[in-house]
């Protein structure tokens, strides 16, 4: 089991070539923009200011990776699909998940943050495909619950898990929230099982 306590910044890449060697295990993040990612991993750690939580949506540009253990890393990428991100943009973005999910072998799986009030958008579509394609677990986790009430939280989370599980019986659908730290035990144990792996 992983201390997610101990977690530290590694680096920001600007490209997948200047990614560290590929060995060990890594887990992935992916969502929209200002869905949450910088927040849950913050939220994980129990470190406040870990990952940089931008106020402009679509500004962060580099992936960044986070230490976990010596073997073991967290790979956030850019948020996806923010309106004012330029499409040459946003291709380059894309391109780069691709690439990234179909080369990467130390890749154990992805946790797919999607905006409870937001969920199920084309891209969100599209990068879920794209991972089960490659035969890689994924987590989706349904950030900003706390925003919300139960009432549409439960209806929301049927809604999500009845349409992903009709191409994936195995996929995981929760609910999550930083500030109340909702959905955080079911991410560590997640995490724990794919960065476990081959330990």
Known sequence: MNNYKTTTFLLSAPDL???????????AFIGSSNVGKS???NTLTNQKFLAKISKTPGCTKLIN????????????????GYAQVNKKLKNIFQHRWNTYLQNRQCLQGVVLFMDLRHPLRELDKHNFRLVTDHNL?????LSKSDKCSRELQKKT????????????NS???EIFSSRKRVG??????????WLGRKE
């Open 17 to 27: 070539e200047y990614l560290p060697t590929d060995i060990g295990n890594e887990v």
């Open 39 to 41: 927040s849950a991993i």
């Open 65 to 80: 990776i986070f230490k976990i253990s010596l073997q073991c890393r967290l790979l956030d990428f850019p948020g996806y």
């Open 137 to 141: 677990p994924i987590l989706i986790l």
């Open 157 to 168: 989370l049927h809604i999500v898990r009845k349409y992903f599980l009709q191409f994936n």
């Open 171 to 173: 996929v995981q659908v």
């Open 184 to 193: 955080i035990d079911k991410l560590q144990l997640t995490l724990n099982i």
